[in-house]
Nanobody, 123 residues
Framework: QVQLVESGGGLVQAGGSLRLSCAASGRTFSTSTMAWFRQAPGKEREFVAAIGWTHGATYYADSVKGRFTISRDNAKNSVYLQMNTLKPEDTARYYC????????????????WGQGTQVTVSS
């Protein structure tokens, strides 16, 4: 059974940092594009960041560019999201996704999803 398990969320003040982790099991994701999405209450799920498996190409939403960094450790079958200079508008549930089904990493077209981890940024 394939599982993606996120961790690292929590409550932080504006300007603070958090590091999210996503541990995968059940299959290797070393040759898969991995991504982070987020969803705030009453809003659509939105793309945050993605990382390819060839050359580690990275993709970011404009709203997080320069503040968030996605990385992966294929030996640990894990992907991470370092979030700095957090803002109240970053408050959302963050989801890890793996194995892109299409060719556009910005779309929520992934085969596998985690249950999410809550990030709350207070002002």
């Amino acid at each position: 059974q394939v599982q993606l398990v996120e961790s690292g969320g929590g409550l932080v003040q504006a300007g603070g940092s958090l590091r999210l982790s996503c541990a995968a099991s059940g299959r290797t994701f070393s040759t898969s594009t991995m991504a982070w999405f987020r969803q705030a209450p009453g809003k659509e799920r939105e793309f945050v960041a993605a990382i390819g498996w060839t050359h580690g190409a990275t993709y970011y939403a404009d709203s997080v560019k320069g503040r968030f960094t996605i990385s992966r450790d294929n030996a640990k079958n894990s992907v991470y999201l370092q979030m700095n200079t957090l803002k109240p508008e970053d408050t959302a549930r963050y989801y890890c996704a793996g194995t892109m089904t299409g060719s556009n990493p910005y779309l929520p077209s992934y085969n596998y999803w985690g249950q999410g981890t809550q990030v709350t940024v207070s002002s």
